[in-house]
């Protein structure tokens, strides 16, 4: 059973601080999905990374998939009171027959 | 027009109960799934429909029933309530088994079992 691990489980920030959260695994995935959510709604999905080393940016958000695929992070930069949510990284094995979700971190962006 | 809708969004029942909670996605998704998020807020796969087909059951008492009239619906029945199935559960839908381009979640359904 593959299992994944978030680091920090909390974070408080104030609004305009850079943060980076982490989604680790002794597994290998085939691709790794972050998902915010928000109280009282579902996750959304916010990336999709599938190849070792790719970076992707969306906005103030920068995604990075680690070189053996094991690992991603996730940057937030200027972190703004909008950001504030439960970020959950996902992992497929074997594209997507088996996927596992992370415990999440919970990020507070304080005004 | 929302993309993956359930109801009831709250559920409050008595323990003995059996209750179902509907599922309805308009995105032409060919695979749905139920997942349960528990007070720690992690989320566990609990079944997995394919063009109306169960592809993934998790080990999940078979209290709990899922059912799909069409590759549109998946619903989830659930007889004699426990204390412990109160949980937020989601439904899901994706293109595929959801590897590249992902899950679109509902809101969830928040059951409380008293």
């Known amino acids: 059973t593959q299992l994944l691990e978030q680091s920090p489980q909390f974070l408080s920030i104030q609004e305009g601080e850079n943060l980076t959260v982490y989604c680790n695994s002794s597994?290998?995935?085939?691709?790794l999905q972050w998902y915010r959510q928000e109280p009282g709604e579902g996750p959304v999905l916010l990336v999709t990374?599938?190849?070792?080393?790719e970076v992707k940016k969306l906005k103030r958000l920068t995604f990075q998939f680690g070189d053996a695929r094991k690992d991603s992070s996730l940057h937030i930069t200027a972190a703004q009171t909008g950001d504030t949510g439960l970020y959950l990284c996902a992992g497929a094995d074997n594209y997507g027959q088996n996927f596992v979700f992370g415990p999440g971190t919970r990020l507070s962006v304080l005004p | 027009d929302t993309a993956v809708s359930q109801t009831p969004k709250y559920l409050v029942t008595q323990m003995g109960n059996d209750k179902s909670i509907k599922c309805e996605q308009n995105l032409g998704h060919d695979t749905m799934y139920w997942y349960k998020q528990d007070s720690k807020k992690f989320l566990k796969i609990m079944f997995s429909y394919n063009n109306k087909e169960l592809i993934i059951n998790e080990t999940v008492p078979n209290r709990f029933s899922p059912k799909s009239p069409d590759k549109a619906h998946l619903n989830l029945h659930i007889n004699s309530l426990e204390l412990g199935d109160s949980a937020v559960y989601f439904c899901?839908?994706?293109?595929?088994?959801?590897?590249?381009?992902?899950?679109?979640f509902g809101s969830g359904t928040r059951l409380t079992v008293v």
């Open positions: 990374v599938v190849t070792g080393g």
């Open positions: 597994s290998v995935f085939s691709s």
């Open positions: 899901a839908s994706s293109q595929d088994n959801g590897y590249f381009y992902g899950y679109t």
